[in-house]
């Protein structure tokens, strides 16, 4: 089983590493994609902290993904389409499209992964 995660990873905290690990008992294979800094400001209104070749690293570090790829500058949804995962994985407190992903993508069960004390492990709490 396939499964893709996505993010901007502002920073790793123990809530990325538990979004991670939680996307990485879902299958055999976890892909994760990081969004790429025009993107950011689009969705956040704002820059990430970090750009997004320190933001990849970040998660290629820390050693819980199998692949990590950048996602795409226009068509955030190509990444599903090249990957083919079985599971999307999405944070609790993620913005996705779901009725959009469940008619083009029906194939993909989509899976939303718990908090690890939002309250203390947010990238907007911890970033300002």
Do not use: W
């Amino acid at each position: 089983m396939k499964v893709i995660g996505f993010g901007t990873f502002d920073g790793i905290h123990p809530g990325h590493l538990f979004f991670l690990r939680e996307l990485k008992k879902l299958g055999d294979e976890l892909i994760v994609i990081i969004a790429r800094d025009k993107n950011v400001v689009k969705t956040k209104g704002k820059p990430a902290k970090f750009n997004e070749n320190k933001r990849l690293n970040f998660i290629k570090k820390e050693d819980i993904a199998d692949n990590v790829f950048f996602g795409e500058h226009d068509d955030l949804y190509k990444c599903l389409k090249e990957h083919k995962p079985n599971i999307i994985g999405l944070g609790y407190d993620q913005n996705a499209d779901i009725k959009y992903l469940k008619e083009y993508f029906p194939e993909i069960e989509i899976v939303r992964v718990g908090a690890c004390e939002p309250d203390r492990y947010k990238s907007s709490i911890i970033n300002g």
